[in-house]
């Protein structure tokens, strides 16, 4: 870590599904000369808007923002590729003396800027992805559990893009490197989002009612024209798995946004336990 990379400070937005973090993050932007770099691994794609929630031109309120829309689909991405784009972008807010932000829900993600880490240079194995896409999730995590116990005590069990990704560099490495305790690359504050359960639960009902209004669904199909089912949907995220399942006929209306609450829910829970590691430095927002 350099003397100069010591002095320059960034802003960390984190926080679970629905718990306001992109408005947040808006706010700190318009108070501190910021700008905003996206670390969700979802809205890196485009198209994938309403089901993201991807913030429009109007929420950014003039705040320049990054890391949105930057590949098609299904282009693989990988916490390396999204390191090396958005180092050189924190590099280039600091040269006009404005602040990054960081904001978003992959921890992945923010871990990969705000951690000085090195990240695996694993390429992708074709052959092996198609093995294992051909598996159920509950399998790829027992799989990852018994040839990296480590790795799959610390992994989300339910996310298949994490453990297929986990199960490639094991084949090439032999277990997924790890550094116990790397030291921050920037003076670095971080902002935890800490919404109750509660709260949670009332915004993301809310929220899944504005996007349908606002044509969700026709994103869906507009995706699945493409030649995409639902099972395929649910790389890009549960609110396309489960709208997809909707326009297969599979489920009723009714049971999609409940399966959509619910998961969101079980999602939010995810991510407040990864997000526990950051309590002791991070300023906690009830």
Known sequence: ???????????????????????????????????????????????????????????????????????DIPTEFSVAEYKRLALPIIEDIFSRGKTPII?????????????????????????????????????????????DSRRGKDIDKYNRVRLVRALEIIEELGEVPTQETPSLRFKTKIYLLNPTREILKE??????????????????????????????MKRFGLEYKYIGKYLEGEISENEMKEEIINKSMQYAKRQQTWNAKYKEIAEIIK
Do not use: W
């Open 1 to 71: 870590m350099t003397k100069n990379q010591t002095e320059k400070e960034i802003i960390v937005v984190v926080g679970p599904t629905a718990s306001g973090k992109s408005d947040f993050a808006v706010d700190l932007a318009l108070k501190n000369n910021g700008e905003i770099i996206s670390a969700d691994s979802r809205q890196i794609f485009k198209g994938l808007d309403l089901g993201t929630g991807k913030i429009t031109k109007k929420e950014m309120k003039g705040v320049k923002h990054y890391m949105l829309d930057v590949a």
């Open 103 to 147: 904001c978003g829900g992959t921890g992945q993600y923010i871990d990969s800027i705000i951690f000085d880490q090195e990240i695996p240079k694993v390429e992708p194995n074709k052959k092996l992805r198609d093995i294992l896409e051909n598996k159920k999730t509950e399998e790829l995590f027992e799989e990852l559990l018994k040839k």
């Open 203 to 232: 915004r993301i009902t809310k929220r899944l009612e504005k996007r349908l209004k606002l044509g969700m669904i026709d994103e869906v199909k507009k995706i699945m024209k493409k030649g995409y089912n639902s099972d395929e």
